[in-house]
């Protein structure tokens, strides 16, 4: 029996170190395209989420690692799905706000880089993320839009704790020209983003972050369980993606969610919109 015991030990410690390598492994590199009506000329969006800096898992040194990887795509355009710090309890260290933020300022964007604020940095200190990311360099859209080279791009304040306004930032982006994307940091608000909002960008659910075998993701933190949790959905025109994150919440482990960030290239089709 002793030794049965032991070796269920064993294999449940390799597991969780498979778990731990998986959640501090370099990101892969999801890729999608979009067919675009009224696009002037092509863009290249990539979708980042979730960063979630704290040790042991995601020191600001992975975070410059990342950046890396994403400067080499050579993007037009960065948009940042929130959630930049972390508090998990299980942290080994916990890095301030201006740490947790400062690597980003060395993100390359042709046109721009965007972000929406996370639950876990209104927990924190949300006036505290806004500034440190207009020090690197960073627009934060708070239920607010803003016209980037061929596109409109709108940014609800996070919908998990409530301080989302989608119908104002639906407003702002109708004052300005067609086409339009929406930044969000939870995937909730897609049912009621309107139709001439072409594609909607989200992290938040991790993909689940703990996916088992036949049980699934044990939890999505979505109202919509795994309807909106994980990747690229179609649905009534519209169109969503939602990202894995690169970070973790609650715990440094992953199991079937790896971590990700997108590359998102928009292709002119018909016209070009005024």
């Known amino acids: 029996m002793k030794r049965a015991a032991f070796a269920i030990f064993l294999v449940g410690l390799a597991l969780l170190a ?7 492994s ?10 675009v009506n009224g696009l002037a000329t092509p863009v290249r969006l990539v979708l980042l989420s979730d960063i979630h800096v704290a040790g042991p898992d995601m020191p600001p040194s992975r975070v410059r690692r990342i950046v890396g990887q994403i400067n080499a795509l050579r993007p037009d355009i960065i948009l940042i799905a929130g959630d930049f710090v972390s508090d998990k309890k299980v942290s080994t260290h916990r890095y301030t706000v201006a740490e947790a933020i400062a690597p980003l300022a060395d993100l390359k964007a042709r046109l721009a880089i965007i972000a929406v604020i996370g639950n ?3 927990w924190r200190d949300a006036g505290s993320v806004r500034a440190e990311l207009a020090r690197a360099g960073i627009r934060v859209l708070d239920n607010d839009a803003a016209r980037v080279g061929p596109i409109t ?11 989302d306004n989608l119908n104002l930032a639906v407003a702002r982006m109708r004052s300005m020209p067609a086409p339009r994307i929406l930044l969000s940091h939870s995937p909730d608000v897609f049912p009621r983003v309107p139709q001439d909002v072409i594609l909607t960008l989200a992290g938040h659910t991790h993909c689940g972050q703990i996916r088992l075998p036949v049980i699934g993701a044990l939890s999505t933190m979505s109202n919509y369980g795994e309807r909106y949790a994980c990747g690229r959905i ?15 919440s609650l715990l440094p482990l992953r199991f079937g969610a790896v971590p990700d960030f997108w ?7 018909g016209p070009a919109a005024d």
């Not at 498979?18 to 501090?24: K, L």
């Not at 370099?26 to 067919?35: F, Y």
């Open 26 to 35: 370099d990101p892969i590199v999801r890729s999608a395209t979009l067919n």
């Open 153 to 163: 791009v709108g940014g609800v304040d996070d919908p998990f704790t409530g301080y």
């Open 263 to 269: 590359l998102i290239e928009l292709r002119p089709r």
């Open 18 to 24: 498979g778990m731990y390598r998986v959640a501090a």
């Open 234 to 248: 179609d649905e009534n025109g519209r169109t969503l993606i939602v990202s894995a994150g690169v970070g973790t």
């Open 120 to 122: 876990h940095d209104h």
